[in-house]
């Protein structure tokens, strides 16, 4: 079954350093998303992303975030100067054009010290 | 699993019997509906979805139980095993496209007793 795979698992970066965290897609989908959960809370939207622009941002995703598709595999979440707020899990996801479900991946642990 | 941060509602159920878990969810205007389990560590997965022209919705084991006067969403998870352990969300998609960001809810902890 096609996944949508994430790298790193985990990371631990320090208070002000910039992380990128990285996402493969489903190869047909063509709507992105990354989600967030900080520890033991619900899933919060940050954004999506279709034919190469951000569709839709939540209030979360200030100027600190940028999402790129660098290439046709690639999706990335760039945050520019990490807080310790910012430790979380981080999900993309993505969805095809006739798929009403997401599929996420696995998620990456984003520790800020 | 982690448990620090919000306390999830957690029910408790013995192993063969069905679970049902319940949703409210906020959204007049949501159409469409979905259920995610999520398991320690893992991202969530997709279990059933719904959409607002129905009230039921029945899957392998699972049904989905939509009520839009009181904005009521449930899971049944009939024979529950083992397995069923996990987090389960209940998610509404408020946009005016079926690609619309989803909202998730706060989540219902289910634990199995042998």
């Known amino acids: 079954e096609p996944e949508v795979t994430q790298t790193p698992s985990h990371q631990v970066t320090q208070m002000g350093q910039e992380v990128i965290l990285r996402c493969v897609p489903i190869s047909n989908h063509l709507y992105f998303y990354w989600y967030r959960q900080i520890l033991g809370q619900k899933v919060e939207f940050l954004v999506s992303f279709y034919n190469n622009e951000i569709s839709e941002k939540s209030e979360i995703f200030d100027d600190q975030f940028s999402v790129e598709r660098p290439d046709g595999s690639n999706f990335t979440l760039k945050i520019r100067s990490t807080k310790l707020e910012d430790s979380a899990m981080y999900f993309c996801?993505?969805?095809?054009?006739?798929?009403?479900?997401?599929?996420f991946g696995s998620g990456t642990r984003l520790t800020v010290v | 699993g982690e448990s620090v941060g919000l306390h999830l509602p957690t029910l408790s159920v013995q192993e063969g019997d069905n679970s049902i878990i319940n949703c409210a969810y906020s959204n007049s205007a949501s159409d469409y509906f979905i259920w995610y389990k999520q398991e320690s560590g893992k991202g969530p997965q997709f279990i059933i979805d719904?959409?607002?022209?129905?009230d039921k919705r029945q899957g392998q084991r699972v049904t989905v139980l939509l009520n839009k006067t009181v904005k009521h969403l449930s899971l049944q998870i009939a024979a529950t095993q083992p397995g069923d352990s996990a987090v389960y969300f209940c998610a509404e998609n408020p946009g005016y496209s079926s690609a619309s960001k989803i909202i998730f809810g706060s989540g219902t902890r289910l634990s199995i007793r042998p």
């Open positions: 996801a993505s969805i095809g054009q006739d798929n009403y479900g997401y599929t």
């Open positions: 719904i959409r607002s022209n129905m």
